[in-house]
């Protein structure tokens, strides 16, 4: 069994490396799954995970949540269940072996159909109630995900055969070690559920002032309930959220639109610049011109 799932493994990377050949990251035709290379090792950097699954074939990459770290590898997986603001650093990476990896969203509508249509095993216990959850990999699972991705080449067969495989990765998971935690995340009703909303009106409103009696109220729960459970599964506050928002949005404008750090921490809705300022180092490790002009410099030397 061991050496299957090692074999399973670099034949995913095989292909994995021919579709990223001249790329570090690739949003494959197949909607929904992307893949990753990177050559080198990297320093820590903010990122946002979707609800996903990720899937290393080679290398290895440590994720920051909170005070929590999570690193997934070959043998580990990664679920996230709601989006959460991250910091992400690939530790295990060289030219002669470089990270290969994939991701894929995760659909909640084909989790909640699994759920009521299947006859699925009972959950194992659940460990932790985060929203992001390491799993281990199996043979089966790597299979699934070896025949998604050779359909990228026959894309007549996408329309008919890309739901059945995906909805067997749901599958596989929803009976895996971390079952429970998508079971949860599928039930309507849930803590889980009511956070994730409340996290949706996070992302399209952050720049707006924040009042957690009137956000709790929205989902329909009490402010120390929201709280608790808005920290349990996101592992900060909801205005330590809201704070990392507004932070990776102004670093985006910045290093995209050209815009300077005063106008930037306006827009994202910082009322003092110096603030910003403040809460952007303690973010980012260095004040916004100096990060924003060292990213420039890396990505300009990435394209030479």
């Known amino acids: 069994m061991e050496v299957a799932l090692e074999d399973a493994l670099a034949a995913l990377g095989k292909s994995i490396a021919r579709w990223t050949d001249t790329s570090e990251r690739i949003a494959t035709a197949i909607p929904g799954l992307s893949f990753h290379r990177r050559g080198e090792t990297t320093q820590p950097m903010s990122g946002m995970y979707e609800p996903s699954i990720c899937l290393v074939a080679q290398g290895a990459k440590r994720v920051l949540l909170g005070d929590d770290k999570y690193v997934y590898d070959e043998r580990h997986f990664l679920i996230t269940s709601v989006d959460l603001p991250t910091v992400v650093q690939i530790v295990k990476a060289s030219s002669e072996k470089p990270f290969l990896g994939l991701t894929l969203k995760l659909d909640q509508r084909e989790i909640s159909d699994l759920m009521v249509d299947g006859n699925l095993p009972s959950p194992r216990p659940r460990q932790s109630s985060r929203g992001m959850v390491i799993g281990e990999v199996t043979l089966p699972l790597v299979a699934a995900f070896q025949r998604l991705v050779d359909l990228l080449a026959e894309p007549k067969d996408f329309p008919i055969l890309s739901p059945l495989i995906q909805r067997e990765i749901c599958y596989r998971l929803l009976v ?10 599928a039930s309507a009703g849930s803590r889980s559920r009511q956070v994730a909303r409340a996290i949706a009106w ?6 707006r ?10 989902v329909n729960m009490s402010p120390s309930t929201f709280h608790h459970h808005f920290r349990a599964l996101t592992a900060m506050s909801p205005l330590q959220y809201q704070k990392r928002l507004r932070l990776n949005e102004a ?13 930037a921490a306006f827009q994202v809705g910082y009322e003092s610049p110096s603030q910003f300022s403040r809460e952007y180092g303690r973010l980012f490790g260095d004040p916004p011109l100096r990060d924003v002009t060292h990213l420039r410099r890396v990505t300009a030397t990435e394209m030479d």
């Open 176 to 185: 895996g070690d971390q079952g429970a935690r998508l079971r949860q995340m």
């Open 202 to 207: 996070l992302k399209g409103n952050f720049t």
């Open 209 to 218: 002032p924040l009042r957690i009696e009137t956000l709790a109220e929205q």
């Open 251 to 263: 670093r985006r404008l910045m290093l995209t639109e050209h815009l300077d750090a005063t106008t």
